[in-house]
């Protein structure tokens, strides 16, 4: 074995170029798909580290087709699942909520987890200090707090005796218990934990808190047989509260799916496939090249059989070449993938608008490395092995009396004409499902969401309930009032206003009813996006009023309920009929009737996929519908001094008004909504990626056997134009050759890049176009074209007497 690969070494080294080719093309190829494999296994699609983590689920639901997670099931709808399914073996609930955690000199807003002694269980929780929560903590009258290792650091400096102290949170004191182990996460970033408490006695199901609901699924029993009894349950629902469940059903999904969002799991598999088929191209191209090597040394190869040297030991030895590339390939590709993904992990995670999941893990892992070993060996016999089976299956007498070299025979002149057409399928499936991505995102980064967003602060601000719930609404009323008045009493503050609902943030949508329609007895009702505003809302954020008129001082408390929609909200539920006066019903807000006063442009909330970029929108006034939590827009004046920061500005006349309410998730509306666009950002770039290395390796591919093919057709070409052929007819000759490649290679390859587009369109991950399916097609025609035209024109130079004599 040793010979063969000292022979297999002093061959490479004779034609270093050659070997150094086709190294930096399996290279590509193998670092791509290491990077990539180790990218989803250790991200999208990895595994849950717990003991029950493959049977983990969460139970979230579907409204109008669109996946919510997180905090999506009313508790009360939580109890009856309780009490009728039989797929779980355990379920459990809790509720997420950001607090004020304050002392004598300053307030941060933390984001918390309400939970149960069970939860602590699954998620294999321990204490650093004290001990975690209990049952009787959440039937205790006592209030209690688990730190997140985090606050305890940052707020209270790692105090070794903070169990058993009173922190403030929401202005009401809390014991500590306990603080968690560093780097606990489960199953989202929270950096506290209290009691889960909810009390739904005597509670309409349409005031019940919505929780977020997990459990982990019973021996034997699939995801599929659980979301078919989820969908009974709900439908149930949808049943004995029309008004409330008619467009939702029940959806349970693994926490990896639920972090990617629905569709995601076509985005792991196109992944998968764009990767596979790099390395296919890859592998193609080495061992096409390794043929013509091969082929090359076939009068070599003919001696030595005819010396009696077994076709085994010819085999061996061709394969050597093909094991030294790929294992040297694979060693390059672990350090280029390992590499990659130092650098562009951090880069991935923080550019993110969520606390990336626990599981979620940066650089090689021991899967990482088995792909690696997998995917070599793989290679080892994909290029190695029919290059070097091809080769010595030769007649040896046919060959010894040849007396040309590299003479194309009929079967390596069809392999050639396979190989091209395999790279025509591939290349163009995947720079189609490339194109077809960027061009979402690229017109998603240039929606437009209906409001002005340049040079404007968002923050979002939670009044405490103690003080400022139903009883005290008055004081929620001044408190904004307040802070409006501080802030913009300061000259480098230009407009200040409030919102429910921002274009970064996701819009509340519930179901309405159209005064006038009949719905039937299985009624399916129409939703909308519901946004409570302050009344210089629409001015502030440099809205369009279209009929009608805005909201304005009139829409007070205690007057008829009104309401602005959104130029799609009218074309969507009032069938071209005029919108101002008709009436609404509010199926989730105690049914509240309110009349259409006014419209306006479209705006959008959220990402701007179509599903969401097309829902309607209504705006009810504040003054009517108050809220504690509500979000702060801030327009700073443009030529403000950069003292005049307006984040300092807020907190600062924040924690004048209350020194217990902290503004929180501050950023400017760009950033925002950029924030929100981030991770579609980061796999474009990754497709984009993909498409420039297929096209790298498939022109390159294609160019090198089909200007291989005319070169060794020189001779033929000579005498064709011996024969009295023009340079048109031997063009024309050979580029109806190459088109008859070209065109079986799209026949295969249009179709599969259509699927593939379609299956990533359906999870909102790409959006094809008459450009995507016209234009890459033509692209890599021109590839074609060009891979015939300068090697045929290399051929015409020459003299046709020197083209005779060419070997």
Known sequence: MLDDILYAVRGMLKNPRFAALTTFVMTIGLSLCIYMFSFIFNTLNGTIPLENGERLRKVTTVVNGVAYDGTSVRYQEYL??????????????????????STSDRAIRYSSHFVNEEFFKVSEAKAALGRLLTKADSTSNERVVVLGDLVWREMFAS????????????????????????????????????????????????????????????????????????????????????????????????????????????????????????????????????????????????????????????????????????????????????????LTFDYFLNSLPIEPPFWWQAGLTQTSLLITVVTVLSTVLITGGLPAWRATKTDINAVLRDGTRGAQSKTAGLLSKVIVGLEVTLSCALIMLSAAMLNLVSKMNDADYGVAVDNRVAARIALPSERYGKENIARAKQYYQSLEEKLTANPAIETVTFSQSLPHTWGIFQNISVEGVDYGKNPSYPGSNVSIVMNNYFSAMEMTLLEGRLLNNSDAAGTSLNAVVTKNFAEKHLAG?????????????????????????NVIFGQPFEHN???????????????????????????????????????????????????????????????????????????????????????????????????????????????????????NHYLMQAIKQLVAGLVLGIPSGVLLVKMLEQGSMAEGSMLVYIGVPVLISLVIVLAVVLPVRNALNMEPSSALRHE
């Not at 982990?216 to 469940?245: C, D, H, W």
């Not at 509010?586 to 509240?592: G, P, T």
Request: aromatic share 8%.
């Open 159 to 342: 105090d070794p005796t903070i169990v058993g102290q009173k922190v403030r949170i929401d202005g009401k004191n809390h014991t500590v218990v306990g603080v968690t182990e560093p780097g606990y996460r489960f199953p989202d970033f929270a950096q506290m934990y209290m009691p889960f408490k909810v009390e739904s006695q005597g509670l309409a199901r349409e005031d019940s808190n919505f929780v977020a609901v997990y459990g982990v699924l019973k021996e034997g029993v699939s995801e599929q047989q659980a979301n078919r009894e989820m969908e009974t349950i709900f439908a149930e629902f949808a049943r004995q509260y029309p008004e409330l469940n008619s467009t939702k059903i029940g959806f349970v999904w693994t926490f990896q799916m639920e972090k990617i969002g629905k569709g995601g799991d076509a985005l792991v598999l196109a992944m998968a496939l764009a990767v596979l088929f790099i390395l296919i191209l890859a592998c193609v191209n080495v061992g096409n090249l390794l043929l013509s090597s091969a082929i090359e040394r076939n009068k070599e190869s003919a001696i030595r059989t005819a010396l009696g040297a077994p076709r085994s030991v010819l085999i061996r030895q061709l394969m050597c070449e093909s094991l030294i590339i790929s294992v040297l390939s694979g060693c390059l590709a672990v350090l280029i993938a390992g590499y990659g993904l130092d």
């Open 577 to 601: 009929e005029n919108p101002i006066g008709k009436r609404i019903k509010l199926m989730e807000m105690d049914n509240a009737v309110v009349t259409i006063v006014g419209v306006t442009n």
């Open 613 to 731: 970029s097309d829902k309607a929108s209504m705006f009810l006034a504040y003054q009517q519908f108050p809220r504690l939590n509500m979000n702060a827009v801030i327009k700073s004046v443009s030529t403000a001094p950069a003292t005049h920061n307006p984040v300092s500005l807020l907190n600062k006349a924040a924690v004048e008004l209350d020194a217990d309410v902290a503004p929180y998730s501050i950023t400017d509306l760009q950033t925002g909504i950029e924030g929100r666009l981030s991770g579609m950002n980061f796999i474009a770039n990754i497709f984009i990626l993909f498409a420039i290395s297929s096209m790298v390796i498939a022109f390159s591919g294609i160019y090198g056997v089909m200007a291989n093919s005319i070169v060794q057709k020189t001779q033929e070409i000579g005498v064709r134009r011996a024969l009295g052929a023009d340079n048109s007819n031997v063009y």
């Open 80 to 101: 009856d699942i309780v009490n009728q399914q039989t797929s779980f073996e355990f379920l459990d609930a809790y509720d997420t909520y950001t607090v004020t955690v």
